[in-house]
T-cell receptor, first 113, second 116 residues
Framework: GNSVTQMEGPVTLSEEAFLTINCTYT??????LFWYVQYPGEGLQLLLK?????DKGSNKGFEATYRKETTSFHLEKGSVQVSDSAVYFC????????????FGSGTRLSIRP | NAGVTQTPKFRVLKTGQSMTLLCAQD?????MYWYRQDPGMGLRLIHY???????AKGEVPDGYNVSRLKKQNFLLGLESAAPSQTSVYFC???????????????FGPGTRLTVL
């Protein structure tokens, strides 16, 4: 079946450090890939997405590239801020599916001032 | 627009009690979903609806029922709550545009439920 695996947290970094959160997926077919972010006490918000191989999604300084050959969608940011502290979820969706967005288990990110 | 709202925000139940969680969206979205979020497990789909009057089971439907009597509302019911249902519950909606189901879901702020 379809699944998403992301690196376990928590991840703690200093402000202005480089961030990578790894995500790999298993899917039969060609999924759309997402990163959602959950700030403390809030619901999930879409951070970025990519719908086909080699697409790069970007938003708020975060980037992720859809790599079909390695079935990966790693999240990166060049210089993190304290306000980036949140839980990040990698997810996939199959075009033909009415229901399923499949989420990874989430990675908690904490940024020290 | 308020987006997706959930009522209540917090609730504590005793084992065996029943309750209903309400999700409302004002974006005219066709599809609505209920998830539960547990530590280390991400979000798991409980039930979903592809339109008014229709519902379907997701990944973890046991112990829950749902209804979609109005397009804007999606209710999640627990008939006899159990401690295993202690979780954070999220509702989401998803739009159809020009008859195409878009792949982005919009989430509510969540309901934290504790069953003692």
């Amino acid at each position: 079946g379809n699944s998403v695996t992301q690196m376990e947290g928590p991840v703690t970094l200093s402000e202005e450090a480089f961030l990578t959160i790894n995500c790999t997926y298993t899917a039969t077919g060609y999924p759309s890939l997402f990163w959602y972010v959950q700030y403390p006490g809030e619901g999930l918000q879409l951070l970025l997405k990519a719908t086909k191989a080699d697409d790069k999604g970007s938003n708020k300084g975060f980037e992720a590239t859809y790599r079909k050959e390695t079935t990966s969608f790693h999240l990166e940011k060049g210089s993190v801020q304290v306000s980036d502290s949140a839980v990040y979820f990698c997810a996939l969706s199959m075009y033909s599916s009415a229901s399923k967005i499949i989420f990874g288990s989430g990675t908690r990110l904490s940024i020290r001032p | 627009n308020a987006g997706v709202t959930q009522t209540p925000k917090f609730r504590v139940l005793k084992t065996g009690q029943s309750m209903t969680l309400l999700c409302a969206q004002d974006m005219n979205h066709e599809y609505m979903y209920w998830y539960r979020q547990d530590p280390g497990m991400g979000l798991r789909l409980i039930h979903y609806s592809v339109g008014e009057g229709t519902t379907a089971k997701g990944e973890v439907p046991d112990g829950y029922n749902v209804s979609r009597l109005k397009k804007q509302n999606f209710l999640l019911g627990l008939e006899s709550a159990a401690p295993s249902q202690t979780s954070v519950y999220f509702c989401a909606s998803r739009p159809l545009k020009d008859r195409v189901l878009l792949d982005t879901q919009y989430f509510g702020p969540g309901t934290r439920l504790t069953v003692l």
